[in-house]
């Protein structure tokens, strides 16, 4: 699957101006470049055996390691959202923190969270819990599993 492109559209509906998808938009995927949801893309993109994937369709970006699921981006109208693996401890502290941190949307709510991506969690929270996320799934994986994401 092509990786998702930057570029700009606002808010929309499904097939409306402003609405995109991988799909869809100037340069076919676009979003609002240097967005949140922008950055945490590319974060999500670039760690050790990370693949992003469409299993429920063109509207969520699901990156994965060894075939886990760490992180998922709807590709809706911005700001947008990403949801998060969590402990359950850190889980509930940020919900308590942030407006923006709510239990995970359609995912066990004890060990996901979706953060809001409108600017009210700081961005290097919201990359904090993105290499949070990858390191939970990572530590579940066997040996074999991890050996082979270093080599």
């Not at 990156?63 to 949801?83: Q, R, Y």
Request: glycine share 14%; hydrophobic share 35%; aromatic share 6%.
């Amino acid at each position: 699957m092509p990786r998702l492109l930057c570029a700009g559209p606002a808010l929309g509906q499904a097939g409306e101006p402003g609405y995109w998808s991988r799909n869809s938009g100037p340069g076919k995927g676009a979003m609002v470049a240097g967005s949140q949801r922008d950055r945490v893309m590319a974060a999500c993109g670039t760690k050790p055996g990370s693949a992003e994937d469409y299993p429920f369709g063109d509207e969520v970006a699901v990156f994965k390691v060894a075939g886990k699921m760490f992180a998922l981006v709807p590709l809706g109208p911005p700001p947008g959202s990403v949801s998060l693996k969590c402990d359950p401890g850190l889980a509930a502290d940020l919900r308590g923190r942030y407006a923006g941190v709510t239990p995970g949307y359609h995912l066990n709510k004890r060990h996901w969270n979706t953060v809001a991506l409108d600017g009210s969690v700081p961005d290097d929270e919201v990359l904090e819990l993105v290499d949070h996320s990858y390191d939970l799934v990572l530590a579940g994986l066997t040996r074999a599993q991890r050996d082979k994401l270093i080599t």
